[in-house]
């Protein structure tokens, strides 16, 4: 299993990142988690020029722009660009992601984008993409979100999302190979409840889940993922790492 930052930069894009986007590879399938302000210029670049119509699935963790407003760009290059899926792209979300995405791009909520994507909703249920096993959880924050567990051959990848500190995304990350973990907030401040980790909350969840490696994202511009990352290591003993657009991990 690989995974490719294309886009961590928490909130907004920064300079040296577009905001939330993460390609898994496995098994010959292609995913896509999130889809934030800036990455699909990104995505476009580590596809080529042809494909975008390659791409199995997109799993948007929540409906906040950060993460999943360039569907609407996505859409526009699937219905009147020169590439086509030649299907609908399953795009896995929570509820209301079809009416939000045609909101934001002026469509009619009927029928929307459902000409290119294929809408579903996460439930209680593990589902399957191809070979790979995907299970999402519930987590904290002021919109519906979720973190998600992606599986093959043995191998396991949780991603949390945007959560603050929850035991859902511990049970969900019980014994990952990686855990790629939100650290917006820094250790210290007064910071609003159930929004975002910090540092140091990013290396407890990873410690309380028996995680075996580490990569803190979504630290915004004004961060420094570096710190983030140090942070972490004072309360999770594996190897931690900062995300950085670029960056490629082997599972």
Known sequence: MRLTVLGCSGSLPGPSSPASCYVVEAGGVRLVLDLGNGALGALQDHVGADGLGSIDA??????????????????????????????????WGPDHTAERLAIAFGENPDPGMSTEFDFRTYSDDAFHIGPLRVSTTRVRHPVDAYAIRIEHEGRSLVYSGDTGPAQALIDLARDADLLLCEASFRDGGDHPPDLHLTGVEAGQHARAAGARRLVVTHVPPWGDPDEAAAEARTAFDGPVEAAHAGAVWEL
């Not at 929540?62 to 996505?74: S, V």
């Open 58 to 91: 997109i799993l948007i963790s929540h409906l906040h722009p950060d993460h999943y407003i360039d569907l609407c760009g996505y859409y526009v290059a699937l219905r009147y660009g020169p590439v086509h899926a030649g299907r609908r792209v399953p795009v």
